[in-house]
């Protein structure tokens, strides 16, 4: 699975847009982009995935770039709830289990 | 509708003794997964089961044997367990049959070794 490089940390205010940025410049043609995120003390939360075009549901957007090297997950109202960290995964469907978590990006939303 | 249910949540027990880490999923998916994770390690893969009948192993399976009950069970289970073990497991389930295959996570269960 490619590899992904996030920022380590963001701070957003409660109330405005989060962009989350991610770089994924080996992936390959099979392979999705997930985001999930994980607050502390629980289990990894899945937000959203996308293989070429942009995505949106209840929780967030996805906008992956033309040449699909990086993503930007945005959460449009940010809550004092969204503070968790976050992480961009690349993996194929077809790779059984395997999640590659990195590092990740700390967000922290203040009120 | 719960997801993915894991029992217990908390758990402590002696250097050798055995125990059976629960899970279930309410989403009719064929696939399921226990994780550990550990500080500064991420997730790591214990075993999966990738249909009802089969398990396979992942990338860390020595100590562990899984059983797949049925489509919707998934049991973890240590036979003599050690302090290496401490960790957190999630239960993790997700439909093959569906673009992405994306892996959906129970809440965690904590279990010491002492």
């Known amino acids: 699975d490619a590899k992904t490089t996030q920022p380590p940390s963001m701070d957003c205010a409660e109330g405005r847009a989060a962009n989350l940025p991610c770089n994924h410049s080996t992936i390959s043609g099979n392979e999705y982009v997930y985001w999930y995120r994980q607050i502390h003390s629980q289990g990894p939360q899945y937000i959203i995935h996308?293989?070429?075009n942009n995505e949106t549901n209840e929780m967030a957007s996805l906008i992956i770039t033309e040449d699909r090297k990086s993503s930007t997950l945005i959460l449009p109202h940010a809550t004092l709830r969204d503070t968790a960290v976050y992480y961009c995964?690349?993996?194929?469907?077809?790779?059984?289990?395997?999640?590659?978590f990195g590092a990740g990006t700390q967000v922290v939303v203040t009120p | 509708n719960a997801g993915v249910t894991q029992t217990p949540k908390f758990q402590v027990l002696k250097t050798g003794q055995s125990m059976t880490l629960q899970c279930a999923q309410d989403?009719?998916?064929?696939?399921m997964y226990w994780y550990r994770q550990d500080p500064g390690m991420g997730l790591r893969l214990i075993y999966y089961?990738?249909?009802?009948?089969?398990?396979d192993k992942g990338e860390v399976p020595n100590g562990y044997n899984v059983s797949r009950l049925n489509k919707r069970e998934f049991s973890l289970r240590l036979e003599s367990a050690a302090p290496s073990q401490t960790s957190v497991y999630f239960c993790?389930?997700?439909?093959?049959?569906?673009?992405?295959?994306?892996?959906?996570f129970g809440e965690g269960s904590w279990l010491t070794v002492v």
């Open positions: 995964i690349v993996r194929a469907a077809s790779s059984w289990g395997k999640l590659q």
């Open positions: 993790a389930s997700s439909d093959p049959d569906r673009a992405g295959n994306t892996i959906y």
């Open positions: 989403m009719n998916h064929n696939s």
């Open positions: 996308g293989l070429k």
């Open positions: 089961s990738a249909s009802e009948g089969t398990t």
